[in-house]
């Protein structure tokens, strides 16, 4: 009750305060506020002069200086300090891109908030986080709205389908304004259609293949290995296909989901490439003894989805002398068998990691694998890469958005356990090669792979999204 009160204050003198405002150039008292910068910065447009210009909310201790910009024609516009109000104000008297994101988990919907808050057009992160859970990893916490048992009793395992539509219902409930929501595939069609009726755009992230496409290859894969794969229900399965159908549009992080989804007959107009990032601050190379040991990592989940009983074969018939094979992730159990056949030839299983510790295993070893069968994109290669490290990948990984074949590591078809030996053991015998290409891998992760940049080519869609599509 308190809470509630504290927050209708909070918007009462925030009203107060902007409506008592004059236009610093007309004197105009005709002001309409189109966007709030962190509940502490109003950005307002004078409806008589056409002047855009940023004003504090209600801690003018705090913001007490004035920044202006005028648009009045195509090069009209005064040259005042910072914060630049292009970023939050648009082009020429356009209001402001204002972008819902609504993630049940995290995956990298706070890599995107925070990128979005960097340029000024975050309105909202809905997330099964805690709000200060969001804050930690950097998104503003007054643009936080959380519901977290939801997230509480994922993480005590009951993770369900009606824990998705808890929080998609929730969404829709809580979902009043805004240009553009983005929200996560399987867990977002209430409030899809709720974005619609307030005329707003749509986009729905899918980080791996079609869903259709992925039941169907992960199908096939569990029966090659004499297993039983259990599909995700029919009611889910329909349900992310409407999300599809009803979308402005989809964002895919690799060609290889792009593909899937045009083999379907999606429309390719629909579909936002947007391969992902990683931060240059927590990936990074770190001194190394001399000579590095030859250790090829994997991480990831340890499932036949990954492709790991290919490589354990891969490196077992391999054989070399003084070289290790480091596997990073939870093991499932249907790994357990094929694990137990090749244990201590080199082998070694860490299990699950924290992020904040992969730097420093990437660090410890000579080249990166991940084979995969299926897997929209692989946030571990850009970690691998930014850590120096020649990756080795299959086309159903996202690595050949990313990795220069040749270049900074090699691409490898999925299944194929002959191929995988021939890039290892070029690797193996040749450390300057290796070396070169781990260079290479780290520069291509510091100009083309940051979050930062993710975040820019992610912006540019949704404005090109807003003028082009219809909701």
């Given at each position: 009750m308190t809470q509630s009160l504290l927050v209708k204050a909070e918007f009462f003198l925030e009203a107060l305060t902007t409506q008592q405002r004059t236009c610093p150039h007309c004197h105009s008292t005709a002001l309409h506020t189109v966007a709030r910068k962190f509940r502490v910065v109003a950005v307002q447009n004078c409806q008589s002069c056409g002047l855009?210009?940023?004003?504090?909310?209600?801690?003018?201790?705090?913001?007490?200086?004035?920044?202006?910009?005028?648009?009045?024609?195509?090069?009209?516009?005064?040259?005042?300090p910072k914060p630049d109000l292009s970023a939050i104000a648009g082009d020429l008297g356009r209001k402001p891109l204002q972008v819902v994101v609504a993630v049940c988990g995290r995956f990298h919907g706070f890599q995107l908030a925070i990128a979005l808050q960097q340029h000024g057009v975050l309105h909202t992160l809905f997330t099964s986080y805690p709000a200060w859970g969001a804050s930690y990893f950097g998104v503003d916490r007054q643009r936080v709205r959380s519901l977290w048992p939801v997230e509480l009793t994922r993480r005590l395992g009951f993770r369900s389908a009606f824990g998705l539509q808890q929080f998609d219902a929730w969404v829709a409930?809580?979902?009043?304004?805004?240009?553009?929501?983005?929200?996560?595939?399987?867990?977002?069609?209430?409030?899809?259609?709720?974005?619609?009726?307030?005329?707003?755009?749509?986009?729905?992230?899918?980080?791996?293949?079609?869903?259709?496409?992925?039941?169907a290859i992960l199908t096939e894969e569990y029966a090659?290995?004499?297993?039983?794969?259990?599909?995700?229900?029919?009611?889910?399965?329909?349900?992310?296909?409407?999300?599809?159908?009803?979308?402005?549009?989809?964002?895919?992080?690799?060609?290889?989901?792009?593909q899937t989804f045009l083999a379907k007959g999606y429309p390719a107009h629909k579909l936002l490439y947007l391969p992902l990032g990683v931060s240059l601050q927590n990936f990074y190379p770190?001194?190394?003894?001399?000579?590095?040991?030859?250790?090829?990592?994997?991480?990831?989940?340890?499932?036949?989805?990954?492709?790991?009983?290919?490589?354990?074969?891969?490196f077992s018939e391999l054989n070399l002398p003084r070289a290790e094979l480091w596997l990073v992730g939870k093991v499932l159990p249907e790994i357990r068998p094929f694990l137990a056949r090749v244990a201590g030839q080199g082998l070694r299983v860490w299990g699950k990691r924290p992020q904040?510790?992969?730097?420093?295993?990437?660090?410890?070893?000579?080249?990166f694998c991940l084979p995969s069968v299926q897997d929209g994109f692989g946030a571990v290669i850009p970690q691998a890469m930014a850590c120096g490290l020649p990756v080795i990948h299959t086309p159903h990984t996202g690595g050949p958005d990313v990795v220069r074949d040749g270049v900074d590591g090699f691409c490898v078809p999925i299944r194929d356990v002959e191929a995988l030996k021939e890039k290892i053991l070029y690797l193996y015998e040749n450390p300057d090669v290796r070396q070169a290409m781990g260079q290479n891998a780290r520069q291509r992760a510091q100009t083309a792979l940051s979050w930062e940049q993710y975040g820019e080519r992610a912006i540019a869609a949704y404005q090109q999204l807003l003028t082009t599509a219809a909701p």
């Open positions: 855009f210009f940023t004003s504090p909310v209600y801690r003018p201790l705090f913001f007490s200086n004035l920044y202006e910009k005028r648009y009045r024609g195509e090069g009209s516009t005064t040259n005042l409930r809580n979902l009043t304004e805004g240009d553009l929501l983005v929200g996560w595939a399987g867990g977002c069609l209430t409030s899809l259609q709720q974005a619609q009726r307030l005329g707003m755009k749509t986009v729905v992230e899918r980080s791996s293949s079609h869903i259709q496409h992925q039941m090659r290995w004499g297993l039983h794969f259990e599909p995700n229900s029919p009611q889910a399965i329909d349900q992310e296909l409407q999300e599809y159908a009803q979308t402005t549009a989809i964002a895919v992080p690799s060609e290889f989901v792009r770190e001194p190394r003894p001399e000579p590095v040991p030859f250790r090829v990592m994997f991480c990831g989940n340890l499932s036949l989805q990954k492709g790991i009983p290919y490589l354990l074969q891969a904040s510790q992969l730097r420093t295993l990437y660090n410890q070893c000579a080249v």
